[in-house]
């Protein structure tokens, strides 16, 4: 199950540098391809505003 990222989303970046992935790509909000995802919660563990969770 892909994480995703909700509108609460402030695109402050964070998460990009701690998906081992590198399945999140920039945006208003930021996107987390679901087939790049490998369920590893490491963008939801640094999110400042909780936007992150899985699908």
């Known amino acids: 199950m892909a994480y995703v990222i909700s509108d609460d989303c ?4 964070t998460c990009i540098g701690e998906c081992p ?5 920039e945006g208003n909000p930021y996107k987390i391809d679901p087939d790049a995802c490998i369920d590893c919660g490491a963008c939801a563990d640094v999110c400042p505003v909780e936007a992150i969770s899985p699908a």
């Open 10 to 13: 402030t695109a402050c970046g």
């Open 21 to 25: 992935s590198e399945a999140i790509s």
